[in-house]
Every structure is written in structure tokens, then in C-alpha cells.
């Protein structure tokens, strides 16, 4: 029998209200405090220290409950509908949450599940099916992990997450009746209000910089601190660094590559000859780095934890910023804002979530991711007129 | 010190010529000492080195010295003299669109000291003046190209009345080149850049022809292919060089710069007989192969990160960390590649997916 075949088979067996619980309980043994999954993870993923990994999935699952499942089936299935019974999903990135969050909304729905991994994180998405299998045969058999793109022709429906061109290379490979729901590689901002104390945005804004080295695309690539009075984004500055010198040791970065390394010396050092650039670093080493920017600067999107730290004058220059990452921006970050100046920076940036700082990495599990809704995508509705 | 003495003193060791003694505590000093003047007078330079938190009187030896990676060039203007004194910019080559790197003089004397004496040593040790047949544009066309620029110089200097240039801006002339090629009646020297020598290739498979260009001919290569032709390996493009114009081997030398840099490296062909993967590194310049993560000095003989100090840069800064793999043995500088671009290992938007905008 193939993938599809029994994919199909499976998603046979699927009963919604028997999934959700499924899930809870799977869920349960992640969030475990002594959970073998977690442990698993820890030990084997390779790109993350096991703090990282250990705070970045207990925190983002820990509202992942049944209950609140159910209330996103309950929202997101509330018209009658034709559920894909077969969805492909290919994954991107290295963020097991990510992973995680790819794999069980499809199932919330009913569909059964192809997962094609990341190539950078291949184990998540099979830590994740195999956490399935041992809960629930029945749902365990709902989710494949593969690696056959014929699924993209195949599959009732594709989640595809990546960058841009891949993302255009597998739409292009899906039928055009089917459903396609993409996710293109984007990044986030941070932004530090008038209205908010720099020594609790810096410990906030540390944590979100810290959490997945900056790799994610919820990860700030950029900071922006209201200056004023003047010197208060430099004061932010050295607090953030502080925070960042502490977390270096209670969340280190993990492992890099050879060209990761030489690529960070570079954006160190191209950072230093600039006028008016300002740089924080560890006594010894690259854990982390941060750069106060010259006002009106723009400079190319932080990584590993080497973050430009950018002055802005007022909300509009915080608008400005969003509109030159625009249609790039996931999440925003802030503190010390007023909410209707948040959504306005947002929607310039073609974001679709603003977030209190330190929170930047855990959306709800009913998110809608790159402002699409969580389950109604993978949908065909069916409009029953009346006669 | 002053600028002038520094100058001075380098233009010296520079009219010894490549065979001049490697001296080792010369180098020393005077990289030292250009490098407290660099500091005090390259403002960039300056915060790179305040930034990391190294200043002259901490640094006792050559190899300590701050090297400035070849990206901070497109970033700043490293230059240790004011704007007004400029005389010259080189710039890497690139899109119109993307920041490039620069290199800025206040004088040509040193840079050309030092292309001359390297250049006449390894292309020309043979002959006082030779036929050169360019395949690159000349330094009218391309000003700012310092590879243009050292042609230019060479030809000057060490070529004769019927040297030109085959590259024009709109393009390069196939039907000329070839056809000076079939008519040559002496020896040249027959240089440009290595993907110029593949379309030169592809034209004559094109058109069938096997050149046998005359005895005593000499081919310099120099760059890389990437976007501007077919790709292909340095002993690749040897090979079909040889098939196609009759230069032996022991007659085809490549050669290594940067636009960054003052000094060239040359495979030491011409003046051995025997061809080789090794450059020679000049005595005025020192070359450090080192681990790309720890930044220390790798054995030698190991692969690793080139970085140059070049005491021909005596207006920008000596020490340039290169993205180029390579190792040193006893028969000089072997080139390896280029250290691969990182990859976001993640879902976070690239730099350059950003900064390249919709």
C-alpha cells in the first residue's frame, strides 16, 4: 500500500473529538516535566542548546491543551465543509514548535498528514509522529513522514513553508484545484515604546533574541528603541547587552558552522567601521552582539544573536521601519506603545501579529500564522442555500 | 612616524624585487609601525579596532594586528588620508545595484612598485618588453577595476608598440582577437581574466579552430567565473587553453588578488619551467592561514582562512581577512575556493532576500 493510500485509509478512522483528545494526551507527555520527548530532542537536534530547546518547546506548548483545541475546531469548523482528507505538509526552518504546530492543525481538521521534514531539522517532525504513534496507533498511523514530492501532486492539500522560491516551486507543482497554503521565510521586529521602563524591555527583548539564535522567523532581526530623551536607545543598548551576557550561560547559543562563524565576525566588522555605529560584545567571543545604530540607519537584518539596535524618533519612524520590511514582517514585538499605533506599524509591514516582548516565540496555538487562519485554510466550504 | 617615511621605506623593499630576502623582523617593524599610523589616521579602521578593544601599544607582533574582512569595504571608506587627496579608486567588481567593495589611493606609486616588480618577475622574466594580447577592458574603460589598472601599467612598462587591449565596454570582439591570434609573428604574453579565456574558448570550438600561438607565448589568468560564463576548474581551463592555443602548461600562470589588496600572487611557472598549484607570496606581504571560527594560525600545511598583510596598503589598512581557502606549504600559497556563504538554518528571511526588496 502506498503513503497516499494509507494515508487515506487512516484518515478513514479519524474522529475529531478522539483526535483532540489523542492529541492532549500526546501533548501532555511533551509538556511532561520528565518528558523522554523533550529529553530526545535535547540531546539529538544539533542546532540548539538543550536550554533553548528545553525553555523554547515547555513554554510554547504549555497552553497546547485539549480544551484549547477544541475551541479552535470548535471557531474554525463552525460551516459546513469539506476537510482535505489527505494534506502534505513540507516544513522549513529548524523551530520544533514550528514543527509541531504544522503537523497537529491538520489533524485538528480531520485530514490525515504526509510530512515532508526540514532538511536542517529532520527530527522534530519525526520526534513528533513517533510521539503520535506511541500515544495512538489510530492517529499514529494518520501522520507519514516522508520524503516523495509526488505528495505535492497527490495530497488533497499542501502546506508548504520555506523561502519564497521554494515555496513558488512547490506551488507550481501542486493542481490547481487543490488547496495550497504558503509560508514564505520572513522575520520579526522588536519595538521599545516611550511608555515602558529599558531595563524591562531589555530583559524581555533578551529572551526573544536568545530563544532559536535568532534563526526563526518570529526571532527580532531588529530592535527599535524611542530615543528620547536622547541616549535612552544607547542606555537600552548596554541593558540588553547585560541581559544578553547573563542568558549567554542560562540559554547559550548553540553549535555554529564554519561559515556561520566567519559570517558573524564579517557583520561584526562591517558593523564597526561604520560611522556612528556603536558596538556591545562579550568580553571574549560571538555569543552575542549588539549594535547601536546611527538615527536614520538601515541596516541589514540581525542573526545569531547579533542584533542592530535601531534609535526611532516616534511611532511614525516605527511605521517607516515596518513599511521598508514590508511584505517581509511576521510579528512584532513591543512594549510601551499604544495599541492603535501597533496595528497601523503592522499592517504597513504586511505582519499579521503584534505581541508583548519576551512573548515573541509563543503564539497561541490558534494563531493566524502570516494572517492565515489556523484550519478554515485547508477548507472548502459548503454554502447549503436555502430553498 | 610619517606617512612619507612609511612610504619610503616600503618603496625600498619594493625596488628589491620578489627575490629579495623574506626578513621576517623588517616586516615586523614595519607592519607595526603602519599599523600605529593606520589606526591614528583611518578613522573606519579606528573603530574597528576600538570596537574590538585593541589598540597599537597592545600589539606587539605582525599576526595580532586587526584584519579588516574584505565586506567592511563596502561598508566605509578605509582610507587613511582625506577625501580630497584621492587620486584612485578600485572597486570590486559586482552589479551596479549591491554595495562594492573600494580600495581608496592618494598615490599609485607604491601599488604600482609593487604590480611591477611582481609582474615582470613571474610574467615577463624572460623578456624586457612583450607583445600583450588583453583580454579585459582597459583602464579608460574601466577605471575603477584595478586589474584593468595593472594591465594598463604593464603594458606600459613591459610591453611593446603592439599591445592592446580586446575588451571594449560594449562587449569584446571575437572576430579581432581571433584574427590577431591566426596573424601573430612573435611571442605575447596573452592575459585577462579566466572567464574572458573561456569565451575566447567557446568562440573558437564555435568556429572549429585550434590556434598554435608562437613559441615563447606565455597565458595569465586571473579571477573567478561566477555569473560572468561557464564555470569550469583551473585545470579545466589549462588544459583547454593548451588544446586550444598550443601554450604548454609550463607556460600558463594564474594569478591571486583582491581589489583590496596592493600586492598580487603568481604561480612561479615561468621562472621554474614547472607548473604549479603554489604562489609565491611577495617578501613584502605576509599571509596567515588560519581556523574561520577560532581565528587562530591553523599548522602548517592545514586548509583555512587567508588573511593578508600587505604593507603595500600603506593609505587603507594592511591587514585584510579574505572569504578565500587556502594553505601554505614550502612551495608557497595554495588557493582552495572560497569559504561556502552561511545559510539561514532557520525560517528567518536572508539578508540579502531582504535587502534585494520585492
Not at chain 1, 154 to 159: E, G, I, L, N, Q
Not at chain 2, 60 to 78: H, N, S
Not at chain 2, 163 to 189: C, K, N
Not at chain 2, 202 to 215: I, K, T, Y
Request: charged share 25%.
Amino acid at each position: 500500500m502506498s503513503a497516499l493510500e494509507g494515508l487515506r485509509e487512516a484518515h478513514h478512522k479519524l474522529e475529531p473529538a478522539a483526535v483532540i483528545d489523542a492529541l492532549d494526551r500526546v501533548l501532555a507527555t511533551w509538556r511532561a516535566p520528565t518528558s523522554v520527548w523533550r529529553t530526545k530532542l535535547q540531546h539529538e537536534h544539533g542546532i540548539y542548546s538543550s536550554q533553548v530547546l528545553e525553555l523554547g518547546t515547555a513554554e510554547a506548548l504549555r497552553d497546547w491543551t485539549g480544551e484549547a483545541l477544541r475551541r479552535m475546531r470548535a471557531r474554525e469548523l463552525r460551516e459546513p465543509c469539506r476537510v482535505p482528507p489527505v494534506t502534505a505538509v513540507w516544513l522549513a526552518g529548524s523551530i520544533p514548535s514550528a514543527a509541531f504546530h504544522a503537523i497537529l492543525l491538520p489533524l485538528v481538521a480531520g485530514s490525515a498528514v504526509y510530512v515532508k521534514p526540514s532538511s536542517q531539522d529532520p527530527l522534530s517532525a519525526r520526534l513528533f509522529a513517533e510521539s503520535l504513534r506511541a500515544q495512538d496507533p489510530t492517529l499514529g498511523a494518520a501522520v507519514v513522514v516522508g520524503n516523495d514530492p509526488t505528495l505535492l501532486e497527490s495530497a488533497d492539500a499542501v502546506v508548504a513553508h520555506g523561502a519564497d522560491e521554494t515555496i513558488a516551486a512547490i506551488r507550481a507543482r501542486v493542481p490547481p484545484q487543490r488547496v495550497f497554503v504558503g509560508h514564505g521565510h520572513k522575520l520579526s521586529l522588536a519595538a521599545v515604546g516611550p511608555a515602558v521602563e529599558i531595563d524591562t524591555a531589555a530583559q524581555a527583548v533578551a529572551i526573544d533574541i536568545a530563544l532559536y539564535d535568532g534563526r526563526g522567523c518570529l526571532s527580532p532581526a531588529y530592535v527599535g528603541v524611542v530615543d528620547r530623551p536622547a541616549g535612552r536607545a544607547a542606555a537600552f543598548g548596554r541593558a540588553l547587552a547585560d541581559e544578553l551576557e547573563q542568558l549567554a550561560s542560562k540559554l547559550p547559543r548553540g553549535p555554529l558552522l564554519t561559515s556561520e562563524e566567519a559570517a558573524l565576525h564579517e557583520m561584526r566588522a562591517r558593523a564597526a567601521v561604520r560611522e556612528g555605529v556603536r558596538l556591545e560584545l562579550p568580553e571574549h567571543g560571538s555569543e552575542w552582539t549588539v549594535i547601536l545604530e546611527p538615527a536614520g540607519s538601515r541596516p541589514a537584518p540581525g542573526w545569531l544573536r547579533c542584533l542592530p539596535l535601531v534609535p526611532l524618533f516616534d511611532a511614525c519612524e516605527l511605521e517607516d521601519w515596518c513599511r521598508r520590511l514590508a511584505p517581509h514582517l511576521s510579528s512584532l514585538g513591543h512594549m510601551g506603545w499604544g495599541r492603535q499605533e501597533l496595528l497601523s506599524a503592522v499592517q504597513l509591514g504586511g505582519g499579521s501579529r503584534a505581541c508583548t516582548l519576551g512573548r515573541m516565540h509563543f503564539p497561541p496555538i490558534d494563531w493566524n500564522h502570516d494572517g492565515i487562519s489556523p484550519i478554515r485554510s485547508l477548507l472548502r466550504l459548503i454554502d447549503a442555500e436555502s430553498p | 612616524m610619517s606617512r612619507r617615511d612609511l612610504d619610503r621605506k616600503v618603496l625600498a623593499w619594493l625596488g628589491e624585487g620578489v627575490d629579495a630576502p623574506r626578513d621576517d623582523t623588517r616586516f615586523e617593524t614595519l607592519a607595526l609601525e603602519l599599523f600605529a599610523y593606520q589606526y591614528a589616521h583611518n578613522p573606519a579602521y579606528q573603530r574597528l579596532c576600538r570596537a574590538f578593544r585593541v589598540r597599537p601599544e597592545d600589539v606587539a607582533r605582525w599576526q595580532d594586528i586587526p584584519a579588516v574582512p574584505t565586506g567592511a569595504f563596502k561598508e566605509a571608506r578605509l582610507a587613511a588620508f582625506p577625501e580630497a587627496q584621492e587620486v584612485r579608486i578600485f572597486r570590486t567588481s559586482g552589479s551596479t545595484t549591491a554595495a562594492r567593495g573600494q580600495l581608496h589611493l592618494d598615490t599609485l606609486e607604491l601599488y604600482q612598485a609593487s604590480l611591477l616588480a611582481t609582474f615582470a618577475a613571474y610574467i615577463c622574466p624572460d623578456r624586457k618588453r612583450i607583445r600583450f594580447v588583453v583580454l579585459a577592458p582597459s583602464a579608460a574603460n574601466a577605471p575603477d577595476s584595478s586589474l584593468s589598472y595593472m594591465f594598463e601599467v604593464a603594458c606600459r612598462e613591459l610591453g611593446s608598440a603592439r599591445s592592446a587591449f580586446y575588451v571594449e565596454p560594449q562587449g569584446w570582439e571575437p572576430e579581432r582577437l581571433i584574427a590577431d591570434l591566426r596573424e601573430l609573428d612573435e611571442p605575447i604574453a596573452l592575459v585577462g581574466t579566466a572567464f574572458a579565456f573561456v569565451h575566447l574558448l567557446d568562440a573558437l570550438e564555435a568556429r572549429g579552430l585550434r590556434l598554435g600561438l608562437p613559441d615563447g607565448t606565455r597565458v595569465m589568468e586571473t579571477g573567478g567565473f561566477k555569473g560572468r560564463s561557464r564555470e569550469v576548474t583551473r585545470g579545466e581551463l589549462h588544459g583547454a587553453i593548451t588544446a586550444a592555443l598550443g601554450v604548454s602548461a609550463s607556460r600558463i600562470v594564474n594569478q591571486y588578488g583582491l581589489c583590496e589588496l596592493g600586492s598580487q600572487f603568481y604561480e612561479p611557472t615561468l621562472r621554474t619551467g614547472v607548473p604549479t598549484r603554489s604562489k609565491r607570496v611577495p617578501p613584502w606581504v605576509r599571509t596567515r592561514v588560519v581556523d574561520p571560527v577560532s581565528m587562530k594560525d591553523v599548522a602548517t600545511g592545514e586548509r583555512g582562512l587567508l588573511v593578508h598583510y600587505d604593507l603595500v596598503n600603506t593609505g587603507s589598512v594592511l591587514a585584510v581577512q579574505t572569504s578565500d581557502l587556502g594553505r601554505v606549504t614550502q612551495a608557497g600559497l595554495e588557493i582552495l575556493g572560497r569559504l561556502e556563504a552561511a545559510e539561514t538554518r532557520g525560517c528567518s528571511i536572508a539578508a540579502d532576500a531582504l535587502l534585494a526588496g520585492p
